[in-house]
């Protein structure tokens, strides 16, 4: 598929891969214009059915406990999404060592500004479909916690993979 950047492909089975092959062997290569190909693992991003989950889960909780569900949603992206980006994301782990650094060297103040913006900084939307299966399942528990069921549509969104 194209894209700003260029052309993807995503190879599924032998017909996928034909196609990216075919591709290849007709590109024209325009002078003076150095060209990348990458081959990696392909991860489908959080579904929008996931994010709408998601979201009324925070809804049906904060209606439970009387919260907003703004401040709850930035209370779960503390709680359960940044440990998950911190696992998987090198970068993001990165920025949350920073933190803890300046926190450590005497820059409470400092740390407690980087986190606040760690926070706002993460999204769902950096997650793949199984991340967001585990963030959900993290939100699942917390209401069972607090003694909340909580709606459980079908398919369930939480196993798409």
């Not at 089975?13 to 990348?36: C, H, I, P, Y």
């Amino acid at each position: 598929m194209k894209n700003k950047e260029g052309v993807s492909f995503v190879i599924y089975d032998e017909q996928s891969l034909n196609r990216a092959k075919a591709w290849l062997n007709n590109f024209k290569r325009t002078e003076g214009v150095n060209m990348e190909v990458v081959v990696r693992p392909y991860n489908l991003t959080r579904s929008q059915q996931q994010n709408k989950l998601m979201w009324k889960w925070i809804k049906e909780i904060g209606d439970e406990i009387g919260m907003n569900t703004h401040d709850l949603h930035e209370e779960f992206k503390e709680k359960f999404l940044k440990p998950i980006l911190e696992r998987d994301d090198e970068n993001f782990r990165e920025i949350i060592f920073l933190a803890r650094k300046a926190f450590l060297a005497g820059l409470k103040g400092l740390a407690i500004e980087l986190n606040i913006r760690i926070s706002r900084f993460a999204s769902t939307t950096m997650l793949d479909t199984k991340q967001m299966t585990e963030y959900l399942e993290s939100i699942e528990k917390h209401a069972a916690w607090l003694g909340i069921k909580l709606t459980d549509p079908e398919p369930d969104p939480r196993k798409r993979t």
